[in-house]
């Protein structure tokens, strides 16, 4: 779900980024979740609509509706679907806090990346089981930030993604809820809950994920809110430079780069 207090921000550079994310991960984050013909599912937070044709594909006969509170990010995800050739998407303009729909109108609910940026993650899931029907499934999917390493490795490398985790905590996120997915779907009242750890391992044995993940996803990410950790006295310059070049030099040969996203799924009990 899009926010004013988006971390990430809305430019082209981090449209680009997120469809990056979620082609070069599909496989990872997108194993297992298939829903059937006729099934009506809301995916809340869809953002540019990256992980949108991800779900759509799997899910060719499934009736899904997306959901942002960005009218632009919408349209570009409403775009990017047709493009795609999908005709199984409808798009409103909604928020998690405030979703425009009837009670148990919905057959499942796919939410991806929208919990760590939402002030109260707990009350999210709670509206989403509102319009969840009884006995219908939820899918949740965040990373978690404080997985991730790489080798080799310097003290200002590791600060920089401090600082992203501290930047997304002042906009009121988490960059941590990976983590958490287990007890806020327990504290949200869903039942049967699992959690799964999603894994992506890179080194120069994988030039897809180097690109793909490594530079294109996560340190295009960190390297989004340079001006704000600079503006806020988090690092200096010199500092963050040196720390972003560290990080690339473990995309290179002999380098390594982990990081773990969350995939949780529960049930509205019967």
């Known amino acids: 779900m899009s926010d004013p207090g988006y971390v990430h921000g809305y430019s082209l550079r981090e449209a680009a980024r997120l469809a990056d994310q979620a082609d070069t991960l599909a496989e990872l984050l997108h194993s297992g979740t298939h829903y059937p013909a006729g099934a009506r599912v809301l995916e809340c937070g869809c953002g540019t609509g990256a992980q949108t044709v991800h779900l759509a594909a799997s899910s060719p006969e499934a009736e899904i509706v997306s959901v942002d509170i960005d009218p632009a990010s919408l349209e570009r995800a409403r775009a990017r679907v ?44 709670q509206n989403l ?22 080798h ?47 894994l992506v391992y890179v080194d120069d044995s994988r030039p897809d994920l180097i690109g793909g993940f490594s530079r294109n996803t996560f340190i295009a990410m960190v390297e989004g809110v340079r001006e704000q950790a600079l503006e806020l006295g988090l690092m200096d310059e010199a500092s963050w430079d040196k720390g972003i070049a560290d990080m690339h030099r473990a995309t290179e040969p002999g380098g390594t780069f982990s990081y773990t996203f969350f995939k949780g799924t529960a049930l509205k009990r019967a």
Request: net charge negative; aromatic share 8%.
């Open 129 to 150: 089981r509102c319009v969840l029907g009884e006995g219908g499934s939820i899918t949740v999917i965040e990373g978690d930030h404080g997985s991730w390493y790489c």
């Open 82 to 125: 047709e493009a795609a050739g999908y005709g199984n998407v409808s798009f409103r303009v909604a928020d998690v806090f405030d979703l425009p729909c009837p009670e148990e109108s919905f057959d499942h609910v796919f939410v991806c990346f929208l919990l760590e940026h939402v002030p109260e993650p707990e009350r999210a899931l």
């Open 152 to 198: 080799p490795s310097t003290p200002e490398a590791e600060r920089t993604v401090e600082c992203l985790v501290e930047i997304q905590a002042r906009h009121d996120g988490d960059a941590l809820i990976g983590r958490r997915l287990y007890p806020l779907l327990a504290a949200a009242g869903f039942h049967t809950a699992h959690v799964s750890p999603r």
